[in-house]
Each structure stands twice: as structure tokens, then as C-alpha cells.
């Protein structure tokens, strides 16, 4: 069964196509776009880049944090280049998330600006980086610190390419999953992860059409990300970014406690759902708090103080100049964890793709 979803941006707009075999609309995509010679980036082996109707250049990508930098989207744009790619024609993505934002901003940079197709081939790629038009690459100094908004004209979520994905990686994207329960989609836990992934991505759709540029009511898409993203630049990325958020989500709510913005229970929920998962919920045993204060010092939203989204009696918002010693105080309760166990410990996620 195919869905679709669509994410309305004016004349941005474009659909998401969720289920098996949805690659196979790509060349429709592009005889719609006009495009006579297409770019397809990808991550993945040659028999899973569908056909393009076009002529095509295929160059090759790696996922991953290590390629996820200027320095990447600057071979691209000069591969662009050599091929003769003009900004009447199109880029496609096919990869996961890393892969999905890098080829997106190159898209965006290049001629100022060329349509680009995602097909993204993870849980996490597939529920958060291809949709909404966010792009971004890191700097030493922090994840996501440069990028553009670049719409898509199209995403294919194809759920025959989770069927190759091990546990870990379906994990990955359980953690954005998860913490749809706090931000418009509770009660995900159990259903099809089909099912889960249209959820998923429709709640984000509307986030995203009602709020296209992150000035309000996106902010909420980055529940657990503050903490989330410190943790995997702690850590070196050996923390992956689903279980940075699955964790986050986790100290979202014993901070949002904290601050006397929710009961004790709902606090529990946080770390109930998250476990439902079989996500992780601890931090690092060596993680130093005064090095994880100041990485979220450095979040993107953090434009007065110390900024989080948090749970409250309205529901989650964007809250500023949170005082240090509650985001201390909040961290000092997290339970602790060895690295390993909390990458490999979690239970497995056996999930049927349907």
C-alpha cells in the first residue's frame, strides 16, 4: 500500500510517497521536473538506484558524519560542473540521512539552486532528513551550523530498502519516532512501521507547511535534539543521532519536571515511551557534564541563554534562558551508562516493514 502525504509550502509544494517500490515513480518525477540530464548521488550499491528516464551521472557518496562537511558539498558542486549539469536539471539523493542533507545543500548552493529528489534508504532519513527542506552540514565547532533551506521536488520513502537495514540502524530512526509522542503523534508504540513512518512523516508535514522556516512552530521537531546533538559531538559520534535523541528525549523530560512544567508522571512517560523502543535512556558514564553545557550552548535555537523545547501544560514549546543549575540539576538525574552497552545493550528492533 502506498500513501501519500503532502507537504504544502506554496509553491514549494511537493508529495511523499511512502511504501514498497515507491522508487519506481522517479522518472515521472523527472519528466514533471523537465530535467534531460540528472545527478543521482548515491550512498548505496548501483542495483538499488532506480531509473531515472534521464541521462544520468552516477557519483558516489558515503553516510556518515566524517563526509558530512563543506568539503563534501564542494566535490559535488564540482562534479555538477564537469558533467555540464545545468539548473534546468536535477540532482537525486539516495542514502541516508547524512547523504540526504549534504546532497540537499549542494543542491541548494549549486546554480543557486536545483531541483533534487530524495529517496531516502534509512528509518531516519525516511521519518526526519528528506522532508521539511532543512540542509546542513557540520563544522568542528558543531553539528548543522551551515545549511540553507532547499525544498524537494519530491521524496520516496521506499520501504523495501529498511528490509537490508541491521537492528542499529532501524534504532537510529526509532529515536525521532519516539519522540513524536510528545510533540502531536502519542501512541505510535506497537503499530507497523509503515504505519509508523506516514504518522511520522504527516505530523512533521504539517509542522513544516504551517511553519516553513523555523520561526515558531517547527521548533518543536527538535524535541530532545538539544542534548541530543551535544551527545553525539561528545562522543564523537560514536552515539548515533536517533539514540542522541532517544536520550535527550528522555532528560526533556526530567528537565521540563525540573522546572515544575509537568507532574512526576509525565516525566516517567518520557522515559516509559522512549524504553518502549528499546531505545537507549542513560547517559554516557563519562559524559562530562560542563563539556555537554557548553555544546548546547552552541544549539541553533539557542538565541537567549540556554534554549530547549520542553513539555508543558499547553504542550511542548520553545523555552528560553532555562537557568544552568536546573539543566545541571536535570543531568545529575539522568541514569548512567557504559557507551557500549547503551549502543549495542538497547533490545534489538524486530519491526515488520509493511
Not at 527542506?133 to 553539528?143: F, H, M, S
Request: aromatic content about 4%; proline content about 6%; glycine content about 12%.
Amino acid at each position: 500500500m502506498t500513501r501519500q502525504v503532502p507537504v504544502r509550502c506554496g509553491d514549494r509544494s511537493y508529495d511523499v510517497l511512502i511504501g514498497p517500490g515507491v522508487r519506481s515513480a522517479l522518472p515521472g518525477i523527472i519528466d514533471a521536473i523537465g530535467a534531460r540530464r540528472v545527478a543521482v548521488v548515491s550512498a548505496r550499491p548501483v542495483e538499488w538506484v532506480p531509473d531515472t528516464g534521464a541521462e544520468t551521472l552516477l557519483l558516489p557518496a558515503r553516510d556518515g558524519e566524517p563526509d558530512k562537511n563543506l568539503a563534501t558539498v564542494e566535490a559535488l558542486c564540482a562534479a555538477f560542473v564537469r558533467s555540464g549539469l545545468t539548473r534546468s536539471d536535477a540532482v537525486v539523493s539516495v542514502g541516508g540521512g547524512t547523504t540526504t542533507d549534504v546532497v540537499g545543500l549542494a543542491a541548494a548552493l549549486y546554480h543557486r539552486g536545483v531541483p533534487v529528489v530524495h529517496l531516502p534508504t534509512t528509518l531516519l532519513a525516511q521519518v526526519d532528513a528528506s522532508v521539511g527542506g532543512k540542509t546542513a552540514v557540520n563544522l568542528p565547532e558543531g553539528k548543522n551550523l551551515v545549511g540553507a533551506y532547499w525544498q524537494p521536488a519530491a521524496v520516496l520513502c521506499d520501504t523495501d530498502y529498511l528490509t537490508t537495514l541491521p537492528p542499529r540502524e532501524l534504532r537510529n530512526g526509532l529515536g525521532e519516532i519516539a519522540r513524536c509522542h510528545f510533540i502531536g503523534a502519542p501512541g505510535l508504540q506497537g503499530l507497523p512501521l509503515s504505519e509508523q513512518i506516514a504518522a511520522s512523516v504527516t505530523l512533521k508535514a504539517g509542522i513544516v507547511s504551517a511553519d516553513e522556516r523555523d520561526t515558531g512552530l517547527r521548533h518543536l521537531l527538535n524535541y530532545g535534539h538539544t542534548l541530543g546533538h551535544a551527545l553525539e559531538a561528545a562522543t564523537g559520534f560514536a552515539l548515533r543521532h536517533g539514540e542522541g535523541v532517544a536520550i535527550g528525549t528522555v532528560f526533556a523530560g526530567l528537565l521540563a519536571g525540573t522546572l515544575g512544567r509537568i507532574p512526576p508522571e509525565r516525566v516517567s512517560e518520557h522515559r516509559a515511551v522512549v524504553a518502549s523502543y528499546g531505545l537507549p535512556t542513560a547517559l554516557p558514564d563519562d559524559a562530562d557534564p560542563g563539556t555537554l553545557l557548553a555544546l548546547m550552548r552552541r544549539d541553533k535555537k539557542a538565541r537567549s541563554g540556554l534554549t530547549f523545547v520542553l513539555d508543558g501544560p499547553a504542550g511542548a514549546e520553545l523555552v528560553a534562558d532555562v537557568p544552568e543549575r536546573a539543566v545541571a540539576h536535570a543531568l545529575a538525574r539522568m541514569e548512567r551508562a557504559p557507551l557500549d552497552r547503551l549502543v549495542t545493550g538497547a533490545a534489538g528492533t524486530e519491526a515488520a516493514v509493511t
